[in-house]
């Protein structure tokens, strides 16, 4: 394998060796890159001798000779290859560019860009064009609207991880702002805020029947993060399929692409809105909506193929020490590998992702929860369930039904069935509408089944 444009080789990591002009070209470049030592340039694999000082190293000099800071945005890895021992650098693009050398400030001498399979001094004119368009909504520039913060829960999560907080760890991960005030990833982290992530449920296919909500919140963001893992845990129930070889089980969504979808919704929410992620529980799907559009310089192609541009570089640090994620641009592969790129869709101020329930698995679950509870279903609404077929406008079911008077026939079947969530408007918006019908929600579709399964 030869070098290309998003990969690089070097020998060993030396003192003369400029590897900080290496990090810097591939956090300019749109698609970030890898940087392998024990690599030649021929491609050849020589080893690295001491991996654990060598990352060390690499580490040090990343962190302490590079602006704006790109933490957050490399990660570091020993691999296997050819019976050697090497290590692996992945650069994410950074949204902050231009990165540059801090000794040689916003210069051709400290800027630098991708070219082919080599690291160009970046234009004066491109540098003053870039950093004119930085972000300038980054929470890490954000000043907190409280500055009494204490953050006990964020230490004891370093502390679980083996990890201590000295007592410069507000510098060390960027809870501060450039004249020393705590900014909003301070404020999302800490003991105490006004962040609350919301896990409602609901009945019905649309938004009408809410049953449970939920709020996880008022806390450092990582605790927020593991009550709405637990909840969903919980909520993906395993629904199982005896065959005559074996018994199947198999949970609503898949749980490496729940964890991921979740993660990342969380750690890339676009903050600055004041609008946390939300997750909404229906009975054929669950959907998970994260405020902000992809970063400018991202396109969908690029995203699908696993480019990472972190929205919040301070989070996803963090996030990484105490384990919540486990490398850069690896949580969308997982999702599209269990549900495809038709699962998200994007809109100018937020990105969706639906991961659905199959249909087996919705009428198998809650026909179990629905088989025991049949007899306190009132005998209309199992009247009206069994007819409906379909979509069935009204004037059809209450013939089918043979009840001629309308006002009744909607108080005592219609009405009781959609507020129950056994049915529901073809056009929820629309409730008047000549063109209305009904039709079964998963909830009356489980229903119907074991009222034909107990005949």
Same mark, same amino acid.
């Given at each position: 394998?030869?070098? #290309?444009? %998003?990969?690089? $080789?070097? !020998?060993?990591? +030396?003192?003369?060796?400029?590897?900080?002009? *290496?990090?810097?070209?591939? &956090?300019?470049?749109?698609?970030?890159?890898?940087?392998?030592?024990?690599?030649?340039?021929?491609?050849?694999?020589?080893?690295?001798?001491?991996?654990?000082?060598?990352?060390?190293?690499?580490?040090?000099?990343?962190?302490?000779?590079?602006?704006?800071?790109?933490?957050?945005?490399?990660?570091?890895?020993?691999?296997?290859?050819?019976?050697?021992?090497?290590?692996?650098?992945?650069?994410?693009?950074?949204?902050?560019?231009?990165?540059?050398?801090?000794?040689?400030?916003? #210069?051709? %001498?400290?800027? $630098?860009? !991708?070219?082919? +399979?080599?690291?160009?001094?970046?234009?004066? *004119?491109?540098?003053?064009? &870039?950093?004119?368009?930085?972000?300038?909504?980054?929470?890490?520039?954000?000043?907190?609207?409280?500055?009494?913060?204490?953050?006990?829960?964020?230490?004891?999560?370093?502390?679980?991880?083996?990890?201590?907080?000295?007592?410069?760890?507000?510098?060390?991960?960027?809870?501060?702002?450039?004249?020393?005030?705590?900014?909003?990833?301070?404020?999302?982290?800490?003991?105490?805020?006004?962040?609350?992530?919301?896990?409602?449920?609901?009945?019905?296919?649309?938004?009408?029947?809410?049953?449970?909500?939920?709020?996880?919140?008022?806390?450092?963001?990582?605790?927020?993060?593991?009550?709405?893992?637990?909840?969903?845990?919980?909520?993906?129930?395993?629904?199982?399929?005896?065959?005559?070889?074996?018994?199947?089980?198999?949970?609503?969504?898949?749980?490496?692409?729940?964890?991921?979808?979740?993660?990342?919704?969380?750690?890339?929410?676009?903050?600055?809105?004041?609008?946390?992620?939300?997750?909404?529980?229906?009975?054929?799907?669950?959907?998970?909506?994260?405020?902000?559009?992809?970063?400018?310089?991202?396109?969908?192609?690029?995203?699908?193929?696993?480019?990472?541009?972190?929205?919040?570089?301070?989070?996803?640090?963090?996030?990484?020490?105490?384990?919540?994620?486990?490398?850069?641009?690896?949580?969308?592969?997982?999702?599209?590998?269990?549900?495809?790129?038709?699962?998200?869709?994007?809109?100018?101020?937020?990105?969706?992702?639906?991961?659905?329930?199959?249909?087996?698995?919705?009428?198998?679950?809650?026909?179990?929860?629905?088989?025991?509870?049949?007899?306190?279903?009132?005998?209309?609404?199992?009247?009206?369930?069994?007819?409906?077929?379909?979509?069935?406008?009204?004037?059809?079911?209450?013939?089918?039904?043979?009840?001629?008077?309308?006002?009744?026939?909607?108080?005592?079947?219609?009405?009781?069935?959609?507020?129950?969530?056994?049915?529901?408007?073809?056009?929820?918006?629309?409730?008047?509408?000549?063109?209305?019908?009904?039709?079964?929600?998963?909830?009356?579709?489980?229903?119907?089944?074991?009222?034909?399964?107990?005949?």
């Amino acid at each position: 394998m030869t070098e #290309t444009n %998003r990969i690089e $080789y070097k !020998r060993e990591l +030396t003192p003369e060796l400029d590897i900080e002009k *290496e990090v810097v070209a591939f &956090l300019n470049y749109k698609e970030g890159g890898y940087i392998y030592i024990g690599i030649d340039k021929d491609g050849s694999t020589v080893g690295v001798s001491d991996v654990d000082d060598c990352m060390l190293r690499l580490k040090d000099r990343i962190k302490h000779n590079i602006s704006p800071s790109a933490m957050g945005l490399f990660d570091i890895a020993e691999e296997e290859k050819d019976g050697h021992s090497i290590i692996k650098v992945t650069v994410a693009s950074g949204i902050e560019k231009p990165y540059f050398k801090t000794k040689y400030g916003m #210069t051709p %001498r400290g800027a $630098y860009m !991708r070219v082919g +399979t080599s690291a160009e001094p970046m234009p004066q *004119e491109q540098i003053d064009r &870039l950093f004119a368009m930085r972000t300038r909504n980054s929470i890490g520039r954000i000043v907190s609207n409280r500055q009494d913060l204490s953050f006990e829960q964020l230490r004891i999560y370093y502390d679980e991880r083996g990890k201590r907080l000295n007592d410069n760890f507000k510098r060390t991960l960027e809870l501060l702002t450039d004249d020393g005030k705590y900014n909003y990833v301070a404020y999302l982290l800490a003991d105490e805020n006004g962040n609350s992530i919301k896990v409602a449920k609901y009945s019905s296919l649309d938004r009408c029947d809410l049953v449970e909500n939920n709020e996880y919140g008022y806390c450092s963001l990582i605790k927020a993060t593991k009550s709405v893992l637990s909840k969903l845990d919980i909520e993906n129930k395993v629904a199982a399929t005896i065959t005559p070889m074996e018994r199947i089980e198999t949970p609503l969504w898949n749980k490496v692409a729940l964890r991921e979808a979740v993660i990342n919704a969380i750690v890339h929410n676009d903050y600055s809105f004041e609008v946390p992620p939300k997750f909404e529980i229906f009975p054929d799907r669950l959907e998970i909506t994260s405020a902000g559009r992809l970063p400018e310089s991202l396109t969908r192609e690029e995203f699908f193929n696993g480019i990472s541009i972190p929205r919040n570089k301070e989070l996803m640090r963090i996030y990484r020490d105490v384990e919540l994620v486990e490398s850069l641009g690896s949580g969308i592969p997982r999702i599209l590998r269990a549900y495809g790129e038709d699962c998200f869709k994007f809109t100018d101020n937020f990105i969706r992702i639906t991961l659905p329930i199959s249909a087996h698995d919705t009428a198998h679950d809650t026909a179990h929860d629905t088989a025991h509870d049949v007899g306190s279903v009132s005998k209309a609404i199992r009247t009206i369930v069994t007819c409906i077929e379909g979509e069935v406008d009204r004037d059809t079911l209450q013939s089918l039904i043979g009840i001629k008077h309308r006002t009744y026939f909607r108080s005592t079947y219609i009405k009781p069935a959609l507020e129950e969530g056994y049915i529901e408007f073809t056009l929820p918006n629309e409730k008047r509408s000549k063109l209305q019908k009904y039709r079964l929600t998963a909830k009356g579709i489980a229903l119907k089944n074991s009222l034909t399964s107990n005949k």
